[in-house]
């Protein structure tokens, strides 16, 4: 009994003390507009994003985020703009985030309409950069500046 409580607790640790990693994008349509996603929780602008599921690679992970969060499909990655696992990025839990560019094409539609209320391309000098969720005004940040991060 003893050896499967210690066995559970470390199962458990494992799962709860540990960061997730999740994928973010910096979605370019092809007359350079950058695309975000009003998010339902906060009220404010990200950059299309989630959470890695059991068997993706990041360009899967990516792929399905863009399209659930804006309808867009993926053309290809760009560059990487950036790692951020800094604890206290994301209020909700400790993430890392794998983040890139991307082309994209198609029609924006919100899919996860339960997660986002509003999707809308911008010219990069009107980004409401104040307006932003999370860290994705420094991923931003960092896209413009043309160096890739890891903090």
């Known amino acids: 009994m003893r050896r499967l409580k210690r066995f559970t607790f470390a199962v458990l640790g494992l799962l709860f003390r540990h960061p997730v990693l999740g ?4 979605p370019i349509l092809p007359d350079g ?5 009003r998010r339902r929780d906060t009220g404010r602008w990200g950059l299309p994003g989630g959470m890695m ?3 993706e690679d990041i360009t899967t992970t990516v792929r399905r985020e863009l ?4 309808g867009l499909e993926m053309v290809a ?4 703009v950036g790692v951020y ?13 794998v983040v890139v560019a991307a082309s994209v094409q198609g029609r924006m539609q919100i899919q ?3 997660e986002m209320s509003q999707v809308r391309a911008f010219r990069p000098q009107d980004i409401p950069m104040k307006e932003l969720s999370h860290d994705h005004a420094q991923h931003l ?9 890891v903090a």
């Open 23 to 26: 994928t973010g994008v910096i």
């Open 33 to 37: 507009r950058i695309v975000l996603a």
């Open 53 to 55: 599921k059991w068997g």
């Open 67 to 70: 399209f659930e969060e804006t």
């Open 77 to 80: 990655v760009r560059r990487l």
């Open 85 to 97: 696992s800094t604890p206290g990025r994301d209020p909700r839990l400790h993430s890392i985030c």
């Open 112 to 114: 996860d309409t339960l």
């Open 141 to 149: 940040q960092n896209y413009f500046q043309g160096v890739a991060t």
